[in-house]
């Protein structure tokens, strides 16, 4: 018997890609994750360009993070020239990275991944049923936007942010118009957490090797930190390159990424949730244990429950942060540019986002490396369909694309980053 399964297009994505899958005698003989959007050339426009112009390059790769491309582009400067920011430059990046999360992580939620969940084609057709949640999501995502607007002088690829800090840093008056906001983000955000527990998950579960930054400091990882583990890895952004590797495929416009001599690997909320649970705040851990959310979780699905916590975690950090503002004399530190090779890693909403960049002696870029969290999580993904399918083989043409295509936006796959969408078609021979 053969039977095929198709959507043409899989809506609630950034990007364009597809997915195809092959059945013969019930098994899946082919398993193909298509990122088919044409290759960008980020990489390629940086060369020649001066170091300090990165950042606001390196943001228009993405609309919804652009904080994590102007982070991951600043670190990996700083690395090169041997600048160590200061304690104030440190937390406004920080506190940047909150607003980021929050808006980026409120749209996931509440927009584009919880209607899987209640058998809804989009949230406005959800609207409709649940208005109050989906306002709640519109919300955050405002409150997140603004913050980051406060910060970074705009919501879409901010201006204010340089190599050694900030072009200018704000008064402490300036972040209290939105300190009132942030509170009632972090109650909304309490009842995020709650309301994503008590979604519906398919039972489906694998052995992941969950990567992301930890910090050397007794906190959450945002912007700095070693590459870890559940499975012993632990290094340095300057072995990066020593452990990771990234091939072509010939059916997809994007490289994928393997850990050397281990393959695929996980990256993204669940897997920072996994590995840093302890250096949750008080609240957010509290809030986890309260819904029976915790370390380590194998379940993909609820990765919806990890993004949650963490923005409930980043409404508490930005709260924090306020509170204890003090504007710094100078917003940014100074450095000297030399010929270098600089590493950077930042935790975008997706998953850690590496970069690494070369410069001569006139800070002229004449080599970089961007390798984006979609890039990284492809060849999971693509396990988890082929895994997922085999998996739940009766079911319904119907319910298995719905499902596939719904298994994908765990990720929050930002397929144009990762170009250097969604159809699902699978055969049954």
């Keep these: 018997m053969q039977r095929t399964i198709k959507a043409d297009l899989i809506p609630r994505v950034e990007g364009e890609g597809a997915y195809h899958v092959t059945t013969k005698d019930s098994k899946v003989v082919d398993s193909k994750f298509k990122i088919i959007e044409a290759p960008r050339f980020f990489e390629a426009f940086l060369y020649g360009r001066k170091y300090f112009e990165a950042p606001d390059i390196t943001s228009r790769i993405c609309g919804i993070c652009p904080i994590a491309y102007q982070m991951s582009a600043c670190h990996a400067m700083e690395d090169g020239f041997g600048l160590k920011v200061s304690e104030s430059v440190r937390t406004l990046r920080r506190l940047i990275y909150c607003g980021e999360w929050i808006e980026s992580h409120g749209l996931h939620i509440y927009l584009l991944h919880g209607p899987d969940f209640l058998g809804y084609l989009d949230a406005i057709r959800m609207a409709k049923d649940y208005r109050k949640v989906v306002e709640t999501g519109l919300q955050l995502k405002k409150i997140g936007n603004e913050l980051v607007a406060k910060l970074g002088g705009r919501e879409i690829h901010p201006i204010n942010i340089k190599i050694g800090g900030f072009y200018k840093a704000p008064e402490k008056s300036d972040l209290y118009e939105i300190h009132e906001k942030l509170k009632w983000a972090r109650d909304a955000a309490i009842d995020t957490v709650r309301w994503t527990a008590k979604l519906p998950f398919p039972d489906f579960e694998r052995d992941y090797e969950f990567v992301s930054l930890r910090s050397e400091r007794d906190e959450y990882p945002m912007n700095t930190g070693r590459l870890v583990s559940n499975k012993g890895l632990d290094l340095g952004l300057h072995d990066y390159d020593q452990n990771f590797e990234e091939t072509q495929v010939d059916y997809?416009?994007?490289f994928q990424s393997d850990k050397k001599n281990t393959g695929e690997y996980f990256m993204g909320p669940l897997a920072r949730f996994n590995l840093n649970y302890d250096r949750l705040s008080?609240?957010?851990?509290?809030?986890?244990?309260?819904?029976?959310?915790?370390?380590?979780?194998?379940?993909?699905?609820?990765?919806?429950?990890?993004?949650?916590?963490?923005?409930?975690?980043a409404c508490d950090q930005a709260v924090q942060i306020i509170d204890d503002y003090q504007m710094p004399e100078m917003p940014f530190d100074k450095f000297?540019?030399?010929?270098?090779?600089?590493?950077?890693?930042?935790?975008?909403?997706?998953?850690?986002?590496?970069?690494?960049?070369?410069?001569?002696?006139?800070?002229?870029?004449?080599?970089?490396?961007?390798v984006p969290p979609t890039s990284q999580n492809q060849k999971v993904i693509e396990s988890d369909l082929?895994?997922?399918?085999?998996?739940?083989?009766?079911?319904?043409?119907?319910?298995?694309?719905?499902?596939?295509?719904?298994?994908?936006?765990?990720?929050?796959p930002c397929i144009s980053c990762a170009t250097h969408s969604l159809k699902v078609k699978i055969r049954r021979l």
């Design 252 to 254: 997809s416009n994007a």
């Design 282 to 313: 008080p609240l957010a851990k509290k809030l986890a244990e309260e819904v029976r959310f915790k370390p380590i979780c194998n379940n993909p699905f609820k990765s919806i429950i990890a993004r949650a916590v963490e923005v409930l975690y």
């Design 386 to 412: 082929k895994k997922f399918v085999e998996k739940n083989m009766n079911e319904s043409n119907e319910k298995l694309e719905w499902q596939c295509e719904q298994l994908i936006r765990n990720y929050d």
């Design 336 to 370: 000297e540019v030399k010929p270098s090779t600089g590493y950077g890693c930042t935790e975008a909403p997706r998953g850690s986002l590496y970069h690494r960049y070369t410069v001569d002696k006139n800070g002229c870029i004449i080599n970089a490396k961007i």
